[in-house]
């Protein structure tokens, strides 16, 4: 079993939510770390802890962005970040189901990511063994204490609940 480290340079905690019930707004997470445990003869045994730091967000608007920070959302200065560990994988084909526990503010569920992946090692041209996965999931943003929201005049509301959660990640193999 190998351990290999996220490459933040060549990775990304992406997100998207609808806005005003008619449009998704996309976003995404800066700054990631973690490692993977895992042998592409025994994928089943893989597995992997992450770590986000929530003040990282950045939806390329400082407002929202600030306001997301804000204790109305993810309170970053009481929870800097957001993890998941995995607890069990499944194979699915040449894929992965990886199911874990995210913890957002001081709540944590279990979720599962639909894996692509990972791909085949290679050499980068600084001699590192790489490999790469793509990963998504649905959350429900209330479910993890995230419940602020605005009714809108004509009706509904300002944010949606569902959240997919889409993360392409770089590993390099720990030397």
């Not at 699915?92 to 199911?99: F, Q, R």
């Not at 490999?131 to 004509?154: H, Q, Y």
Request: no cysteine; aromatic share 8%; net charge negative.
């Amino acid at each position: 079993m190998a351990t290999w480290n996220i490459d933040p340079a060549h990775s990304s905690a992406n997100f998207s939510i609808k806005h005003m019930m008619i449009a998704k707004v996309h976003g995404a997470f800066e700054k990631l770390s973690g490692t993977l445990q895992y042998d592409a003869a025994n994928p089943a045994q893989a597995s992997i802890e992450a770590v986000i730091e929530a003040a990282s967000i950045n939806t390329h608007e400082a407002q929202r962005d600030g306001h997301l920070k804000s204790a109305d959302f993810f309170d970053v200065e009481k929870f800097p970040t957001l993890s998941f560990k995995s607890t069990k994988v499944d194979v699915d084909g040449h894929d992965l189901k990886v199911t874990g526990l995210l913890k957002i503010k001081d709540v944590s569920k279990e979720v599962v990511f639909a894996v692509e992946g990972p791909s085949a090692e290679l050499k980068d041209p600084y001699g590192n063994i790489k490999i790469g996965v793509s990963a998504t999931t649905k959350i429900k943003r209330k479910d993890f204490g995230l419940t602020w929201n605005a009714a809108l005049e004509a009706g509904g509301v300002l944010v949606g609940d569902d959240v997919t959660i889409t993360l392409d990640v770089q590993f390099a193999k720990k030397v």
